[in-house]
Nanobody
Framework: VQLIESGGGLVQSGGSLRLSCAASGNFSRLNTMGWARQLPGEQRELIATITDRGTPNYLGSVEGRFTISRDNAMNTVALQMNALNPEDTAVYYC?????????????????????WGQGTQVTVSS
């Protein structure tokens, strides 16, 4: 599974950005998709996830400001980020947990594989 992110950049405090991620590969279903970020000098942390049925979950620090969505037909996940502040400056990573692959006719292989995108920089100026 390959994950390609887009949409990062520089924005002023209070502004908005939308991140997008497209997944490609020989899979039949992606279970959980999401976004993580890594602030300077800190560990990577998951900030938003969404199941294949569309149930979202957010880290408290972004809840109410960020909205995650996905398109199962297009294998994409997006993160709309509003009311950004300098503390949101980080590298943002697309994330997939759980991949189902087609196998012989009528069967599928369900895995717990995890994948990360290459990351996209988001910088919020004060």
């Amino acid at each position: 599974v390959q994950l390609i992110e887009s949409g990062g950049g520089l924005v002023q405090s209070g502004g908005s950005l939308r991140l997008s991620c497209a997944a490609s590969g020989n899979f039949s279903r992606l279970n959980t998709m999401g976004w993580a970020r890594q602030l300077p000098g800190e560990q990577r942390e998951l900030i938003a996830t969404i199941t294949d049925r569309g149930t979202p979950n957010y880290l408290g620090s972004v809840e109410g400001r960020f909205t995650i969505s996905r398109d199962n037909a297009m294998n994409t996940v997006a993160l709309q980020m509003n009311a950004l502040n300098p503390e949101d400056t980080a590298v943002y990573y697309c994330y997939v947990s759980g991949v189902t692959y087609p196998s012989r006719p009528g069967y599928q292989t369900v895995t717990n594989e995890k994948y990360w995108g290459q990351g996209t920089q988001v910088t919020v100026s004060s």
